[in-house]
């Protein structure tokens, strides 16, 4: 990228009143140098089936190619018209819950040919519209794109064939591998396939929903391939990814691989909202850069974080900035709000955008303003920012899945209270916290051996291959940090008949065959000593080591034979296991012995409120950012070699100590 | 009315043993002078189709003719028969869960032709049989009639058309003044317009519901035009409203505008029920009260009020008798229980009437006998009883259904927690618990100068009419005192592009263009002194004011640059905004100072628990209720001129402390 | 039974790998003697329509036989195979919720004639294959079966020709006995009848849920008639009944009437589950026994238990031998466990057997192993153990489906909360923890005068002839206790007109008109004298006391002239009536004063944690069960006469004290 994107989603469709040259000048003012337009205005664009109207959008790339604003053009394809469901009832999917009702986007069928068919004339037409303009920098496919729990006859037929072809025509493999003959459901013909929605087997529930994520992967590449028919070679093709919504921007996606889907794009592009306010702590912002930056291993663009947000999510003074520097420090190469002015209608009235529905200039525009000012300075210092990090985090769709299906504190009858997002949330907030940078990898990924300690969270379904690739991670000198539930089931959900933790067992030198959940359970060790939290939380495997040390067992009447957590030397390297859910502090211990263990250098004590992240900017140079995440002014020690604050100006030598005012940033150039 | 009408709903159908002439010795013993009947007995008055049978409804006649209690006939049409349902199943409204089973009461789609002919047919018989009849004194068409959700095809089609001619045709105009642009949702030809159950969009979701609740209206005036065309003229025809049910009558009708739909009505009527034993307030009695009398200004009926009610509401000693002085306080002509007998199958079986199971005499039927007694005694000294009220409360079946959409606390995911009707009774119960009557007002109110002050609560969808109405209203020397929300969308649920309050901004003096959720904000200002209960609330505006007067502005080290509650002198009158939610206590004080502007003397403190309501009877005599909601004997001042206790014949003179026992009621005709 | 059957069941078809030779080893190193196979693998043994296939249960059989094991084979039709859905899809059951979709167990129709064809010939199909083998000690027909809420079109005809006679064609009598007038829900014509799925008439919707119980006595006994063609006299043929599910094994069974489903059965089972760990109480363990012991008078087989469980139930050292004597201690004549090993796959994954995924020896299988030695050597000394009772429970499903249309602390909004259960345990708990063991009876139950004390709980629905059993109970001796909603309606859920509580009102000496919910309400009396809970809860009926002395009476401003708790010296007998919910220590001293008037001895003061149960074994000797509840040692003294510890083999004198390791057993022949 040339310059760091600062901007957001403009709708001109959704205008009470002509506002395009007012709200050019005022985005000239607050520094805006990109709008993302057309996502979702299929119903404008194509106003009756196959007469097409591109007005809005050609009268919005003329009036930002006159002021030197980019354009990022988004094709429509998310929210359809109309006069397609009038037409075509059946282009809405058909779920667990039977076929929807016209009204919310999302709720079509993204393999139906009848949408396939008109998506992608609608995109042609688009294409042909924008992809000459200078203005157009980029096109981000469809939007926060999932498959809708899309599950009809069609879909189901698609399950079959690809269940034949995985299991290569085999039933029996498929019976034995899903474990169907419990309950009866074993299926002995594939005649005999029932309706997928209604199944109670984990196996076969998780596996559909794999293979409703491919439907994600699939959709995504074929509309990256219409768009780079007709798309330049200097534009670019994104997709904003989002992530488990719980309120926020929270974990990992259930609906999508963002690892398979991000494959065809060409730059990553993700969605980011978070709690602000009192809330605000950066960890959402963090989380979601570096997922996004890890899928493609380079810089990624925010296509949408809040500006207002929801009225509890309104910035106090300071946070708008804190914010946008938070996202460029993980390496966004863009700012994007979502969205420019408020919505007068429909139904995220309330989720505001930088100007609130009477388009004046307000604090939080004000502070837009002043962001905007600052990147035209010192953008070109923060491009491109790479890292270089020492610690990856695992995470896995299968997994995921699996936990919903087989939740951690799981019975009978109360699902995943506590659900595999908690677990990596716990592991990710813990590192965060202390300042420790990580990417994340997935299953998927190679060459594990560049990183000196890779954390496995509750890494539940895991095929042998994978297991065994992080024992020779170990046994190559990687410290492994794996927590309970690791490698319990195979890829298909079927839990492991060997002793646990299976695959591992050997290189965590532990080995269990009972688990509970912690009732009144302390921990006591060397890890605990003069803790304050000593509970062991959530879900307890009963731990018996063979080679590894005993770094916390289990205080309680009845269990306080087993160990809890344990740390093993295994060949070159070392295993870290953790039996079960603790408090953060304790977790920071285990990682702190782990740090230690890879020769990794953290003599420094800082941590939350102030976040330290880092990176090399295109002139070679280190750039270090302190983000005061508290409505106090903190210190902090500056961790690089000599160098100046871009933003004053000022020289800071090593080792200072750098004060960072309340909700507020110092960037430090060494 | 020639008297308070005072009794029971009676349904000799329900009975499991041959009970009549008991039951009217036991009536005659209470002083149950009238009877509600016939309503809801479809199946009994015509067992198959066209075959009538209205014996048990001559039998009752008969019987209360000669013991001279007066009947008041329900048309019987809320509850549909089998037959019906057999032969037509479609009768059955569809709504957005699809079409019902057969089995409750009010599931039938009330526009249906199928089931018009035949409750047309019923009616008429109906009324056949007991229009020439000396007993009967009135009728009640139908039964809490609402529009039940019927959102099936025939109910959409004409929705369409009723859209066709509000926007003339225009399909552009709709498009722009419901927003349909968003995602996707704009209909660019009337052929395409989707099933409107699924919407997202709240303009049109929010005026689909405006048109059901035009279906209630039509149905009631149709019923009552059938009524007229055989009833006397010294019959009445009512209907029993009822209000948002929250396991009691808690607020505005949220399915029915009582205003529009009480117009073909000869006297206005409502069903009130509210808690009792130490929860027993009187505020629904008077909220209830205030809103049917405001109906068509003139006295009304209560139709149904609870004797024992749920288990948990049976009345302590005393209550009976206070509830009862307390309708008739707020003008109500009758005092008519649900029911005269408990129910012995079905589903109401324990909504309990004035006698139990066992029909024998209990404590509350006795209650019951003693006030009977008393009114045949007093009842001509409270009947017609007139009110000339100095404040209104402005409410509006709109802004209810808006804020249903979008919440005063919306976030996406999080709708209304705090709902409309929830603002409108902070409000109401703090006038009432100052003792403070007031009348209630609807948009389409004329001659708001009548008032002295008008409150409006949240009023959020308001056209620009109704909005310079209330700013003339404050320029001819009214006083305004308007909360936060107030005017912030017109009519369509679409917000304003201006800055808001928009069209009252002058008036008010005050201006805003944010707005979040307070978490530990205080309030501070000189109408917070010395209060004990600072916090603001729920939700606050952003407040900056022009020309008003601050009464308190916001304590947080973020917001504390903006107003909370302000006050302004414009032109001859006063304006008063409430950016945010208070408690009781600061309303009050708000209230104080309001009254005090209005000229109107409030220099007594008393208040709950001893309501005071006034009222001017028949014989041009004031009438001074004094109404004791505690479990403790109370005292008060007297405000009236010297008068006599008219229960007890002792003379009071002005400014006398009156004694009051617990759960006691004492009257004085000044 | 020749001996105490201990086993699991055990799955060949859900195996991962070959086991049985290994299993059979460590089953017989455990003292296992008896497994249970084949229920629930219908798609195993029926691969194909009409193909069979029963290698795996031959294969079982061969293994179990050679090793001396016991079978019990299970019918396995409960969860039906993929094909028969796949061509018939109406099999499925049609609910109140439509029709199901394939996938868990039990949601099939089982009137359904395509569903019986093919169950038979299964079944037919089976016992030829297993009927002579030698291992085969018995048959357990289908499993847990229930009706599964099915109400088709077929089911509801069936409804009404059942209807049709129970009424004999009299509509009039349905239309009063049911209150059918009320809401128009009068029928007129028996082709008028309406879905019963849409009824809001508690009296029809109970009666359709008896009716749908009938389906599970006609199913069950369809099914015994078909085995016992094939077995041999000295095969049993039973069933394992189950309880209100909680999360555990609560209460009676709303949807089979376990005394009716049982009668076909030569021998009565049950599957109970029951939280462990801290939560261990032996409660539900002792109740479960109880109540199926009493459907036949008989030794009865626990089919299902859990040995791991959830992993929330894995079992402290102690518990699991803890839990099997008690089983025994209630008359049981099998341990068996659910299940042999833990399922890799599916559902239940997590409801781990007595071995965990791994097959290895783990601590619960290492506690299953003393077990079975221990029952190898004293199993003849408790096998056919049987009870005399003096004290009997009467229960009835007719009152707990009533109380689920009316609950306990019904309202309109707000059903059963306290459900008809929860008395039922209150009153069982309460005389479990006094070491006092009871019987149950029901309504259809005969000979009452065979025990001393009859507690009544909360018998709300119950005809006259029932009621006037009772009075004649209490008038020829014996002692009745009988809680509130006792007799409030009859047999079809009709509320009585007479006074209450109706016909029991001389037997009791009480009466009552009225009811309401206790809020901050006292118990005072003589039965309260220095009680630390005196409150009065849940619900209170306001008692008139005629004849009876007042136990307790409220403690509140406006009830306190109303009697809370009864004693009645009625002809040769006495009878309590219970008022309102109490705590346990209340209801312990009415039952302490109702054990005097019954003149049986309960001088010891011992109770809960240590549980003592006491039955006659074969030899004639009594047989002492001292179990200690809680993780401390616990003494108490011993009732018996002298005697000997049979695990020990220490004597033990009367009156001794004895000693009783935490979670530990002592048993003593006497």
Chains 1, 2, 3 share one sequence.
């Not at 194509?46 to 790339?61: A, L, N, R, T």
């Not at 396939?193 to 559909?208: H, K, M, Q, W, Y």
């Not at 290189?507 to 269990?512: A, D, E, S, W």
Request: with cysteine; proline share 3%.
């Amino acid at each position: 990228m040339k310059k760091i994107l600062f901007g957001a989603a403009y709708y001109d469709e959704y205008m009470p009143c002509e506002r395009l040259k007012e709200d050019v000048r005022m985005m000239l003012k607050a520094g805006v140098n990109t709008v993302r337009i057309a996502e979702s205005t299929w119903s404008t664009c194509e106003p009756q089936e196959g007469v097409f109207d591109f007005s809005h959008i050609e009268k919005v790339m003329d009036a930002m190619e006159e002021a030197g604003i980019s354009v990022i053009i988004g094709t429509p394809t998310y929210a359809i018209p109309t006069w397609m469901v009038k037409s075509h009832p059946d282009v809405l999917a058909e779920t667990v819950n039977g076929r929807g009702i016209y009204g919310s986007r999302q709720i079509m069928d993204i393999t139906h040919p009848v949408f396939r068919f008109y998506a992608e004339r609608v995109i042609r037409e688009l294409l042909k519209c924008t992809a000459k303009r200078t203005c157009v920098i980029g096109y981000q496919v469809d939007n926060e794109t999932k498959h809708y729990g899309t599950a009809g006859r069609n879909v189901q037929q698609k399950f079959v064939k690809y269940l034949r072809e995985k299991f290569q025509d085999n039933l029996d493999e498929l019976n034995a591998e899903f474990g169907l003959d419990y309950w009866s459901n074993r299926i002995n013909a594939w005649e005999d396939f029932p309706d997928v929605r209604g199944t109670i087997n984990g196996s076969l529930g998780a596996e559909f929903e794999k293979f409703q994520r491919t439907l994600v992967d699939d959709f995504l590449s074929w509309q990256v391939g219409i768009v780079k028919e007709y798309c330049r070679e200097d534009q670019f093709v994104t997709h904003n990814f989002d992530f488990e919504w719980r309120g926020y921007s929270f974990g990992v996606q259930p609906d999508v691989n963002h690892y398979n889907a991000s494959r065809s794009l060409t730059v990553a592009g993700a969605d980011i909202y978070h709690p602000t306010q009192d809330e605000l702590t950066g960890a959402e912002i963090a989380f979601g850069g570096d997922m996004t930056r890890s899928l493609k291993q380079d810089n990624y663009l925010v296509l949408e974080t809040e500006a207002q947000g929801f009225p509890g999510w309104v910035p106090y003074k300071g946070q708008l900035r804190l914010q946008a520097y938070s996202h460029i420090a993980s390496g966004a190469n863009s700012v994007m709000y979502w969205h420019w002015h408020s919505l007068h209608n429909a139904r995220e009235t309330y989720w505001k955008g930088l100007l609130s529905h009477d388009f004046q200039e307000n604090d939080t525009y004000l502070e837009a303003c002043m962001i905007g000012k600052e990147l035209q300075k010192i953008g070109s210092r923060l491009v491109n920012l790479k890292k270089k990090n020492d610690i990856a985090v695992m995470v896995s769709n299968e997994s995921l899945t699996a936990l919903k299906w087989f939740g951690i504190d799981a019975a009978e009858s109360d699902k995943g209270k506590v659900a595999y997002n908690d677990i990596v949330r716990w592991v990710y907030d813990t590192l965060y916290k202390m300042n420790i940078e990580c990417d994340f990898i997935w299953p998927e990924s190679e060459n594990l051996g560049r990183y000196k300690i890779i954390v496995v969270p509750a890494l539940y379904a895991a095929s042998d291959g994978l297991l065994e690739k992080l024992n020779r991670y170990v046994e190559n000198g990687g410290v492994l940090v794996a927590t309970f539930k690791t490698g319990f089931a195979n890829e298909n959900v079927k839990v492991s008949h060997e002793v646990q933790p299976r695959i591992l067992k050997n290189c965590l030198g532990v080995r269990y065959h009972q688990f509970t959940f912690p009732k009144k359970v302390g921990l006591q060790g060397e890890i605990t000593e003069e803790s304050d939290d000593r509970e062991a939380k959530v879900f307890m495997e009963l731990l018996k080591p063979d080679s590894a040390d005993i770094l916390a067992r289990y205080e309680h009447y009845n269990w306080d034979g087993y160990a809890a957590i344990t740390r093993n030397h295994y060949k070159k390297g070392y295993a870290y296991y953790i039996g079960c859910m603790t408090g953060q502090e304790l977790l920071r211990r285990i990682f702190i012995r782990a740090l230690d263990d890879a020769g990794i250098n953290n003599s420094v004590k800082d941590g939350f409120p102030v976040i330290i992240r880092k990176g090399i900017n295109q002139f070679g140079k280190s750039v270090w950012f302190y983000l005061n995440y508290s409505e106090k002014k903190q210190t902090a020690l500056y961790r690089g070699s000599d160098g100046r604050d871009i933003l004053t100006g000022e020289s800071v030598r090593q080792a200072n100590s750098i004060s960072v005012p309340a909700w507020g940033v110092k960037i430090i150039e060494g």
